[in-house]
């Protein structure tokens, strides 16, 4: 069993960056993919950036060349560095961690994967 605890989001103006952290808890996570979807209201909940095991990257092409994420296995923890927020990046932000990285950038269902409580990222002036 894996526990995640979101931190970081908050209010910021548009133009201002936001750091992300999931720290994973009860299990070693190092073999699985960990990322980050997001869903603002009326929307789906959809993938936007994600790191393989084996370090390989994916981003949303609405967060490309703005938002980039790292993993730290030793910390078990999963990060996203948010830069030039914009209003349409309001949303609330869940991490995600299981098996099946291309399975997680497509926003499939993966049986085994674990879900942060959320964390809302409010971009506004």
């Known amino acids: 069993q894996v526990q995640l605890v979101e931190s970081g989001g908050g209010l910021v103006q548009p133009g201002g960056s936001l750091r992300l952290s999931c720290a994973a808890s009860?299990?070693?996570?190092?073999?699985?993919?960990m990322g980050w979807y997001r869903q603002a209201p009326g929307n789906e909940r959809e993938p936007v950036a994600a790191?393989?095991?084996?370090?390989?990257?994916y981003y949303a092409d609405s967060v490309k060349g703005r938002f980039t994420i790292a993993r730290d296995n030793a910390k078990n923890t999963v990060y996203l560095q948010m830069n030039n927020l914009k209003p349409e990046d309001t949303a609330v932000y869940y991490c995600?961690?299981?098996?099946?990285?291309?399975?997680?950038?497509?926003?499939?269902?993966?049986?085994?994967?674990?879900w942060g409580q959320g964390t809302q990222v409010t971009v506004s002036s």
């Open positions: 009860g299990s070693i996570v190092s073999g699985y993919a």
């Open positions: 790191v393989s095991a084996g370090g390989t990257t």
């Open positions: 995600n961690v299981g098996p099946n990285f291309g399975g997680m950038i497509l926003g499939r269902e993966r049986p085994g994967a674990y």
